[in-house]
């Protein structure tokens, strides 16, 4: 009887901690970067990027060093330091202003008025803790027109 007693003891004891130590896995997954919106201004644009990040931990968006091509145009620099947290699994816009020369307002003008859609190629690093390194980004879409809103494009 004490024998089992004893077996029983050890069997519910490693069962306890095998459930204390558990919960669910730490994992830290690179983010991904992409436009949500770009709106024109009178002294350039503002470009609303939407960060999502797929880890299991929360983290921080410490630096966004980005060049932004708009159809077959010049790089465009996008950089800034949001110092934002990013929730597990969640997004986050940021708004970074946009510099613009005229043959890149006028490219942009252009679809608007044609009402087209207008490709972009963001690529560069954002700087996340945890891991607390440069994540590479290298990410194609097309922004189109928004109905009823002058000068944005999503």
Known sequence: MTRRFVLLSMLAFVTLVGCAAGGPPKRVFPPEARIQELRLSPGGATVLLR???FSTVPSTLDAVALTLRLGDGTDLPLSATPAT??????AEVIE?????????RRRIEDAIA???ALRYRLAGTL???PPGRDQPIDYDSALSPAPGLDGVMR
């Open 51 to 53: 960060v999502e990040s």
């Open 85 to 90: 947290a990013l929730l597990p699994q969640a």
């Open 96 to 104: 970074l202003p946009l510099a613009l020369p005229d043959t890149e």
């Open 114 to 116: 044609q009402r087209r």
């Open 127 to 129: 700087r996340v803790d």
